[in-house]
């Protein structure tokens, strides 16, 4: 039953996703700030909240750094005490905690020697805190009770010790002392309650949930999360949820339900990955690990994700969090079959343990080990393992699965033929599973029982005071609930009414929104390719001019200067041969002369279009055997077509005929330049050989014609056939007298 109200209440989570969007701007407004200002103050709020989002250790050392030269300027010990504050916590940031240790304590010890009590307070509980996150527990409650003692008798610290208090309590539940860390964590909540500090309760409350998971009190357990989650929901602490979500999660896992835990911890990651720290995430992937290889078929997944927390973890240098992820990925492995990969995730654990030597991770050691031993057939060194995990367990050690061990122990004990030993050991597992189901059911029936009896008396008590009044009350009750029946279902039926409604209009308005959206990139589309295009012909047309102005001045006038000089030379031998070759260099000179015309770009300013074609028509220099007609419509003021367009249409016309005289051998090319209405057309035919549209590729003629003509906004039409000659029509559609009037202008 409780566990359907926590359901209910993370229901309402579902709907505040939207509400974890990273707040970037305040950090920019932060250093803008600092900026202008070039103040301790002003640099140390930068740092205070990169600290805080635990990111960007550089820029956060950078900020730290500006405090020290304010430091030196102006030998303040309270700016050197603040940089070394904050320089040290770069570093924990950075996951460097040897280095963050020795800033701190410097900044610890001014804060002492200048009788800081807010600063002794502050940088004490900070130390516990990292302390507790690199596993070092009796450092941690070292700096903690120096914290609680300067903060005690201090109103105005009355947080800071509610903080450190709660933290002290953590180092004995991390260390798997759970008797110390419920007394602890009971006396923070009630501190918490008397001074209706309603964060920190719900840590309290959230660590309390952990703590009774941990001691096998289910319902204690999971009535611990549901008040954390109630004043999550009230104050709007999401940050909070995502912790929740997990340690939920170990619940059902604990409770032999690991696919009833996989949604929660799925949660609980996904929140850690939009709302977080590194911390946060590291540790909700090892969470997510840990369930998945509890779930048959999952271990793969359970690889992945494990993966992707330790790197995320050794960033942070979490050493404790590592443990627990080369511990699940261990398992893992195992499962796999990948026993090689599995010993190299021993091989890392082991070394961990050898630092940090706490209970919990030699536990984890062990845990890892003695499996890893038993499927190798290393009967005596599983036996080892298994054996240090029970005495462990004797000396005061929590562990749910605690009969798991004694079972494990049973099977090495009877492979090496110890069947007394097997048989006692295996009674042991199998008392202490049934001892755990008893008591856990027992807890729960109890609980029903006073729950019915309750409801019992409050029944009796009803009955009692309505019996007179149950008929008019039965009356009245059904007028109500049918009217209210009704009512409720007119509204349903207008609320979706409404919905629906608003969903068509959303609809039609993101229709509409993307068909704007995709109006808007065609026309920018063709914009540039126009663009594109007209630059590229630009290009061409400079290139052709220049070309031409060369062969003109240069290259004809050479062969000109030549021509005379051969001619100076041999005009007193008449020779028949060279007379030929300097016909022939006059002719050179000719056809390049030509070409160097054909080049230039027409002076529309002096002719029509109609005119320009029909003298490039006339002055065309053909092969032998070939004519060109050129044909335009009669009565037509051609001045009225645009220079823009007359000018494409030219160069259009000489790329079209030039193809047609060099590829097609062609007899007969007809050129046919045509006004109607608005629509302007020039078309060029051939009788020459023409070609397979689908098979030829465009060729850089071609190509330049489409170019040109999208300059323009023109259509073009081809048609050919192999031996049916070729027909190129372009048609554009002009606005004779808006032109007219720019050509008079």
Not at 128 to 134: H, L, M, R, T, W
Not at 445 to 470: C, G, H, M, P, W
Not at 531 to 538: C, G, H, T, V
Not at 583 to 605: G, K, N, Y
């Amino acid at each position: 039953m409780k566990i359907i109200k926590v359901l209910c209440i993370l229901s309402f989570f579902l709907f505040q996703a939207d509400l974890w969007a990273a707040d970037e701007g305040r950090l920019l407004e932060l250093r803008r700030l600092a900026a202008e200002k070039k103040t301790m103050e002003s640099y140390a709020d930068v740092c205070a909240y990169l600290s805080s989002i635990e990111r960007y250790p550089e820029l956060l050392s950078l900020y730290a750094d500006s405090i020290r030269q304010l430091a030196v300027r102006d030998k303040s010990l309270a700016a050197f005490r603040e940089y070394y504050a904050w320089k040290g916590e770069a570093c924990f940031v950075d996951g460097d905690y040897d280095a963050g240790f020795r800033w701190k304590r410097k900044a610890l010890d001014l804060a002492v020697r200048g009788r800081m009590q807010d600063k002794v307070v502050t940088y004490s509980s900070d130390m516990g805190y990292y302390f507790n996150v690199s596993a070092c527990y009796d450092s941690a409650r070292f700096y903690l009770k120096k914290g609680m003692e300067a903060a005690r008798h201090e109103p105005r610290m009355a947080e800071d010790y509610r903080v450190m208090l709660t933290n002290y309590a953590s180092s004995f539940l991390y260390e798997g002392k759970t008797d110390s860390a419920l007394v602890y964590t009971l006396q923070a909540e009630k501190r918490s309650e008397l001074d209706k500090d309603t964060a920190m309760l719900i840590e309290n409350l959230n660590q309390l949930g952990a703590i009774y998971r941990r001691k096998k009190r289910l319902n204690e357990s999971i009535h611990s999360f549901e008040q954390a989650l109630r004043l999550c929901e009230a104050q709007g602490n999401f940050r909070t949820v995502a912790h929740i979500y997990g340690n939920i999660a170990t619940v059902y896992c604990d409770s032999d339900q690991p696919e009833a835990a996989l949604p929660f911890s799925q949660k609980a990651v996904d929140y850690a990955l939009r709302y977080g720290t590194p911390q946060m995430i590291g540790l909700f992937y090892v969470n997510l690990g840990a369930i998945q290889c509890n779930i048959a078929g999952k271990s793969r997944e359970a690889v992945v994700t494990l993966q992707k927390a330790i790197p995320v973890l050794e960033e942070v240098n979490n050493k404790r969090r590592l443990c627990e992820a080369y511990n699940y990925l261990a398992n893992a492995y195992r499962t796999l079959g990948q026993t090689d990969s599995a010993m190299i995730c021993l091989q890392s654990l082991e070394e961990m343990v050898g630092e940090l030597r706490t209970d919990v991770e030699r536990y984890r050691y062990h845990q890892t080990r003695a499996p890893l031993m038993q499927d190798r057939k290393q009967y005596r060194e599983a036996m080892a393992s298994y054996l240090a995990l029970i005495d462990m367990q004797k000396a005061g050690y929590r562990d749910i699965k605690d009969y798991d061990v004694y079972l494990h122990l049973s099977e090495c004990l009877h492979a090496l033929h110890e069947y007394p030993k097997a048989y006692k050991s295996l009674r042991t597992a199998y008392a202490l599973r049934d001892s755990a189901s008893r008591e856990e059911y027992s807890e729960q029936l109890s609980d029903f029982l006073v729950k019915y009896r309750t409801k019992e008396k409050e029944l009796e008590i009803t009955r009692l005071q309505q019996k007179e009044l149950e008929r008019e009350a039965a009356l009245l009750r059904s007028r109500i609930v049918s009217g209210g029946t009704i009512a409720l279902l007119l509204m349903l039926i207008l609320v979706f009414l409404y919905v629906r409604q608003r969903q068509k209009a959303r609809v039609a308005q993101l229709a509409q929104a993307a068909g704007e959206k995709e109006r808007q990139f065609l026309a920018l589309q063709k914009d540039t390719e126009q663009r594109l295009a007209r630059k590229y012909i630009d290009g061409l047309e400079s290139e052709r001019e220049r070309m031409a102005a060369e062969l003109h001045d240069d290259v004809c006038n050479s062969l000109l200067a030549l021509g005379m000089n051969i001619r100076a030379i041999t005009e007193d031998h008449h020779d028949q041969a060279m007379n030929e070759q300097l016909a022939v260099l006059d002719a050179t000179r000719e056809r390049l002369r030509s070409m160097s015309h054909e080049l230039m770009p027409p002076a529309f300013q002096y002719a029509t279009i109609d005119e320009m074609l029909g003298d490039y028509i006339w002055h065309l220099s053909l092969p032998e055997g070939t004519k060109a007609e050129y044909h335009s419509t009669e009565g037509v003021d051609w001045k009225q077509i645009p220079q823009a367009i007359g000018f494409e249409f030219y160069r259009i016309v000489q790329e079209a005929v030039s193809n047609a005289l060099k590829y097609a051998d062609a007899l007969l090319v007809r050129v046919e330049l045509r006004l109607e209405g608005a629509s302007l057309s020039v078309c060029v035919d051939d009788d020459g050989k023409g070609f397979d549209l689908n098979k030829k590729k465009k060729g850089i003629g071609l190509q330049t014609i489409m170019q040109r003509a999208e300059t323009i906004g023109a259509t073009v039409q081809l048609d050919a056939h192999p031996g049916q000659g070729t027909h190129l029509a372009v048609t554009v559609k002009v606005k004779l007298n808006e032109y007219g009037e720019e050509r008079e202008s």
